[in-house]
């Protein structure tokens, strides 16, 4: 197997995994980053979404050996103590229900507001449409990233 040094949340990682070994495998099974979620597995549903060179990317469907001198940046990697503007409005509007999808949502978001600080709420939807919530909880989803548009 092939040994890979990977940029992640600033950080140099060696693996040594198969090449088409996807990126989120990587991040649980090997560097026990675990807040990056399995959902789907088919790049649809959104809980696996991380920062590849500041972009959201679903790592489920990402080889490692595509990944390269990329920077990649996981809901760990957001912010060290939890206070990255989306993080605090996921908390001021009790977003979460179960939770599950949440890390994808934010990672998804950060990438927005990163490319757009201040979105409107049609950009806010149609960056938000391929990330699944089973509990529903879209309309808070929609008020935190635009609470934290104003933070930031």
């Given at each position: 197997m092939p040994l890979y040094k990977l940029q992640i949340n600033g950080q140099?990682?060696?693996v040594d995994v198969d090449a088409d070994t996807p990126l989120l495998w990587v991040l649980r099974d090997n560097?026990?980053?675990v807040g990056t979620k399995y959902g789907c597995g088919v790049a649809q549903c959104g809980a696996c979404t991380v920062h590849f060179n500041g972009s959201a990317t679903r790592s489920c469907v990402l080889p490692v050996s595509?990944?390269?001198?990329?920077?990649?940046?996981t809901i760990e990697g957001l912010s060290v103590n939890g206070d990255h503007p989306l993080q605090q409005a996921w908390d001021e509007?009790?977003?979460a229900q179960c939770g599950y999808c949440q890390a994808g949502q934010i990672m998804s978001a950060a990438a927005l507001l990163q490319q757009k600080p201040k979105p409107t709420m049609e950009e806010i939807d149609r960056t938000m449409q391929g990330n699944i919530c089973r509990c529903g909880a879209?309309?808070?989803?929609?008020?935190?990233?635009?609470?934290?548009?104003?933070?930031?």
């Open positions: 140099t990682h060696e560097l026990n980053l595509a990944i390269g001198n990329s920077k990649i940046t509007v009790d977003v879209y309309h808070r989803i929609r008020e935190a990233i635009k609470l934290a548009s104003t933070k930031a």
